[in-house]
Nanobody, 124 residues
Framework: QVQLVESGGGLVQAGSSLRLSCAASGRTITRYAMGWFRQGPGKEREFVAAISRSGGSTNYADSVKGRFTISRDNAKNSVYLQMNSLKPEDTAVYYC?????????????????WGQGTQVTVSS
């Protein structure tokens, strides 16, 4: 079992930046692809970004491309999401997820472990 705990969310103004962290415990995530998803109010959960096992390959939703950066530190068993130029439409609960098959795609059903989420609220 892998436990994932997100942190770093908060209330910020449009144009600001936040850095989300996801700390894993229970097992090393070195062999897992990792992803970030979000669920806004009244919306379905949607893909944000994913990163390969080594960190050498990343994938982003079009809505965040150029503004968000996913990274990982396998030595710290952690994954990060740097969010710049935040917009009100980025308001959501952000979830970290682990894909044990290492595919790192945009489909939530590919991910086996999920954190509890951290709230990000962007005011206009």
């Amino acid at each position: 079992q892998v436990q994932l705990v997100e942190s770093g969310g908060g209330l910020v103004q449009a144009g600001s930046s936040l850095r989300l962290s996801c700390a894993a415990s229970g097992r090393t995530i070195t062999r897992y692809a990792m992803g970030w998803f979000r669920q806004g109010p009244g919306k379905e959960r949607e893909f944000v970004a994913a990163i390969s096992r080594s960190g050498g390959s990343t994938n982003y939703a079009d809505s965040v491309k150029g503004r968000f950066t996913i990274s990982r530190d396998n030595a710290k068993n952690s994954v990060y999401l740097q969010m710049n130029s935040l917009k009100p439409e980025d308001t959501a609960v952000y979830y970290c997820a682990a894909d044990t098959e290492g595919l790192g795609g945009s489909y939530s059903r590919w991910y086996d472990y999920w954190g509890q989420g951290t709230q990000v609220t962007v005011s206009s």
